[in-house]
C-alpha cells in the first residue's frame, strides 16, 4: 500500500479530560458519529484512496471501528507508535514505508472545510520546495497565530512567537516530500512543529492559502462549532 494521505491520531487528548481517559479522541461523537468518521469520508470526497492512520493512546480502538476504511470509501492502513509516543514528527517517519514520495499530513482532531489535495498539487508545481503548508490569515481569531507568510512563502513557523508580524496560523494539512523527513531522524521521537520551522527557514515551505476557517475538537468549544458547522448544507 502507498498512501497519500496520513492522519496523526495517536496523542492523549488531555486538554478533554475524562472524555479521552478510555476513548482515544478521533472516537469522540460529534452530531451523533466518531469524528473520524467525519473526517475520513471528507478526505474521500477530496479524492484521495489510501489513508495512513498514525496511532498510539488507545489506538486498538480506533482500529476496531475504522476497520479497512471501506465504509468510509477508502483503503487504510495503519502505523502505530507502540509502547513509546513519539511525537507527530516520529509517527510519521515511521509511517513512511506506507507513504507515496509526496503525501498530506493532517491532524486527528481537525476537520477542514478545503480541498484536502489542494497542498499537495501546489507542491508538485513547486519542484524546489520540500513542503506546501495550508495557511490561513488568522490573526488571532482561531487560536493562536504562529505563522509569517509573505505570498506563496511561509517565511517562518514559530509556537506562540509573541510577535505581530505572525499573524497566520497552520490550518492543519501539509505536503511533504517524504526524503524530508530524514534529516530529522536522528531522534526518534520529534514534533512536526520542528520540521515545518526548519523548512520556512531554509526557503522550502511554500504557503496555500485556505479560505474558510478550520475546525477542531480539542475542547468542548471546539466540539460544538463543528457540530453547527455540519448542521448547516454544505456545497461540498
Not at 508545481?125 to 497565530?145: F, K, M, T
Request: glycine fraction near 10%.
Amino acid at each position: 500500500m502507498t498512501a497519500e494521505l496520513a492522519i496523526l491520531a495517536g496523542g492523549l487528548a488531555t486538554r478533554l479530560g475524562e472524555r479521552t481517559r478510555t476513548l482515544p479522541k478521533s472516537l469522540i461523537p460529534v452530531a451523533g458519529r466518531p469524528f473520524i468518521a467525519w473526517q475520513l469520508e471528507r478526505i474521500a470526497v477530496c479524492g484521495f484512496e489510501r489513508v495512513v492512520v498514525c496511532t498510539g493512546h488507545l489506538g486498538s480502538q480506533i482500529r476496531a471501528f475504522v476497520k479497512d476504511g471501506s465504509a468510509f470509501g477508502l483503503e487504510v492502513a495503519y502505523a502505530d507508535d507502540g509502547p513509546e509516543l513519539l511525537g507527530t514528527g516520529g509517527a510519521l517517519a515511521a509511517a513512511l514505508p506506507l507513504l507515496a514520495a509526496c503525501f498530506v499530513v493532517t491532524y486527528g482532531d481537525s476537520y477542514l472545510p478545503f480541498d484536502y489535495r489542494s497542498p499537495l498539487r501546489a507542491l508538485a508545481e513547486s519542484p524546489h520546495d520540500e513542503g506546501c503548508l495550508a495557511v490561513l490569515h488568522n490573526r488571532g481569531r482561531w487560536d493562536d497565530s504562529n505563522t509569517r507568510v509573505d505570498g506563496d512563502r511561509v517565511l517562518a513557523y514559530r509556537k506562540n512567537p509573541n510577535d505581530s508580524r505572525f499573524d497566520y496560523i497552520d490550518y492543519g494539512a501539509l505536503a511533504l516530500r517524504s526524503g524530508v523527513l530524514g534529516s530529522f531522524t536522528s531522534q526518534r521521537k520529534f514534533g512536526l512543529d520542528w520540521v515545518q520551522s526548519e523548512l520556512a527557514a531554509r526557503g522550502t515551505l511554500r504557503a496555500k492559502h485556505a479560505r474558510e476557517r478550520f475546525y477542531e475538537i480539542g475542547s468542548e468549544t471546539g466540539i460544538l462549532e463543528l457540530e453547527a458547522h455540519l448542521a448547516r448544507p454544505r456545497a461540498y
